[in-house]
């Protein structure tokens, strides 16, 4: 049985850090496009990063580039999301999904969460002092 699961979420201080996990079973993650999506209140779903199975990463923001950064952990199955610098516009649940092979190209990242499977129920990140 394909399954995603989230962790690491929590609340956190602006300037912290956390690192998310997804972890993978019933698959091997590393042949698959793995992506990190983030819904914050009021709005839909967004892809934040990707990482395809040649672990090429594909950024769809602008704001978090060089805040967070994804990573593969293939001897745990596991997906990682580094954030650090964190911000109160940050505050969301976060999710991963899987795609294909390869990380759809930014201009297509609004059809992301309609293309990508097998989605994690998701861990709450609330930045707040």
């Known amino acids: 049985q394909v399954q995603l699961v989230e962790s690491g979420g929590g609340l956190v201080q602006p300037g912290g850090s956390l690192r998310l996990s997804c972890a993978a079973s019933?698959?091997?993650?590393?042949?698959?496009?793995i992506g990190w999506f983030r819904q914050t209140p009021g709005k839909e779903r967004e892809a934040v990063l990707c990482?395809?199975?040649?672990?090429?990463?594909?950024d769809y923001t602008d704001s978090e580039k060089g805040r967070f950064t994804i990573s593969r952990d293939n001897a745990k199955n596991t997906v990682h999301l580094q954030m650090n610098g964190l911000k109160s516009e940050d505050t969301g649940v976060y999710y991963c999904?899987?795609?294909?092979?390869?990380?759809?190209?930014?201009?297509?990242?609004?059809?992301?969460?309609?293309?990508?499977?097998?989605w994690g129920q998701g861990t709450q990140v609330t930045v707040s002092s």
């Open positions: 999904a899987r795609g294909a092979s390869a990380c759809p190209a930014r201009a297509l990242r609004a059809t992301m969460p309609s293309i990508f499977i097998n």
């Open positions: 990482i395809n199975s040649s672990d090429e990463t594909t």
């Open positions: 019933g698959f091997p993650s590393r042949y698959y496009a």
